[in-house]
């Protein structure tokens, strides 16, 4: 009976937290008028999510306010770019599908490809620019190469989001109103940082190798 009273709390103090922070996440968006306010809120968002995954103790209000000013120009700059990259293919797509050519409904299909590694690309942004310390152009290009390089990762995530979203907004729609922006991009974090620390893992290990090796040439 413990263990089941145990489970049961730890449930209770996610949904608690993840109710927190969707309507942090709502607060910090208008607080930036949401034009410039959504995508600092939802970097901050990832930010203790992935403190939570780490197991770190954090006063939520105080932290998310942190990282929302902290990463607020960063997180407008990445949102923008990606967003831009989106709309960019979204366009082009529309214009090939409207050309009645052979070669054009091919084009047309290499664009939804494009444009689905684009959205997965712009799913993972946030979850890589707080795990790793790096410049704004590399941050883009290593969002962007994520997909390619992580095809399993990339299709596990967009399955469980769209089950996600499904359960959310269609199943149950009142749910949404708590956790609408919060689980989804819970799952994110969750699933991103398996893919992020092991690719970490084996950068380190590399470099150990070549350190030991280096250390025996001399």
């Known amino acids: ?4 009273y145990g489970g049961l709390n730890k449930v209770y103090i996610w949904i608690y937290r993840l109710m927190i922070a969707n309507i942090l996440w709502i607060y910090f968006s208008f607080y930036g008028l949401l034009v410039a306010g959504i995508f600092p809120s939802t970097c901050a968002m990832f930010a203790i999510c992935r403190k939570w995954i780490r197991k770190e103790d954090f ?7 942190y ?8 997180a407008n700059i990445l949102g923008w770019i990606m967003l831009a990259i989106v709309v960019v293919l979204t366009l082009d797509y529309i214009y090939f599908s409207s050309i009645s050519t052979s070669y054009s409904l091919y084009i047309s299909y290499l664009f939804i490809l494009l444009m689905i590694f684009s959205i997965i690309a ?5 979850s890589i620019y707080n795990h790793y310390e790096m410049s704004i152009k590399d941050n883009v290009k290593y969002t962007i190469l994520y997909p390619f390089s992580n095809l399993l990762i990339s ?9 996600i979203v499904y359960v959310l907004y269609i199943v149950m729609p009142v749910l949404s109103l708590f956790l609408g922006t919060s689980l989804p991009i819970l799952y994110i ?3 991103t940082n398996i893919s992020l620390n092991v690719i970490t893992n084996i950068s380190l290990n590399v470099i150990t190798k070549k350190q030991i090796q280096l250390q025996y040439q001399y």
């Open 1 to 4: 009976m413990e263990s089941i």
């Open 59 to 65: 006063n939520i209000y105080d932290t998310y306010k």
């Open 67 to 74: 990282y929302f000013k902290k990463d607020f120009i960063n």
């Open 122 to 126: 712009s799913l993972v942004m946030y």
């Open 155 to 163: 299709l596990l995530l967009l399955i469980g989001l769209c089950l």
């Open 189 to 191: 974090v969750l699933i």
